[in-house]
């Protein structure tokens, strides 16, 4: 008994860490939640829940630029009360602050994974773009500077079957 009483202290230290990990001063850690609450803020698309509704919006990764880490979410909503719904696929960019950078556009080319300071997406992106065609969104060099080319990569860009 008094072994354990003596243990019982150090345990209860050693599972704090442990406990808190992931918590703030009001609550969990949610990135997407942050992630979320900004673009509602600062976006003047995000859906508003009566004419568009919002029908995903998850958290992808983060990418490593030379101006800092850049956050990336998916957004998808569809426009209410229609029979046939559309809807707006968006892939949003956010600073290490979860500050709204901007978004890009997308029919079927879902974004997939980051990788250093690239986007790897299904297929060559399909959403209106002025900065170029491709399966990769690349901010290595920032959000400014994003550029968007086509890189053989499987599960990407077409496999072995890739021309």
């Not at 009566?50 to 850049?70: A, C, E, M, N, P």
Request: aromatic letters at 12%.
């Amino acid at each position: 008994m008094k072994n354990l009483l003596r243990t019982l202290p150090i345990l209860i230290l050693l599972m704090c860490p442990i406990y808190c990990l992931g918590q703030t001063h009001n609550g969990p850690a949610d990135i997407r939640e942050g992630l979320a609450s900004s673009a509602k803020k600062a976006d003047k698309d995000f859906p508003d829940g009566k004419d568009v509704l919002l029908t995903h919006f998850s958290y992808l990764g983060k990418l490593q630029t030379k101006k800092g880490v850049i956050y990336v979410a998916d957004m998808r909503s569809v426009l209410n009360n229609m029979n046939a719904p559309r809807g707006v696929n968006y892939i949003m960019f956010f600073d290490n602050k979860y500050e709204f950078l901007g978004k890009q556009n997308y029919a079927s080319s879902v974004p997939l994974w980051c990788e250093e300071g690239r986007l790897f997406l299904f297929g060559d992106l399909d959403g209106f773009s002025d900065r170029g065609d491709g399966n990769v969104i690349d901010l290595s060099d920032g959000y400014k500077n994003m550029r968007i080319y086509h890189e053989k990569r499987y599960g990407s860009s077409g496999g072995i079957n890739d021309d």
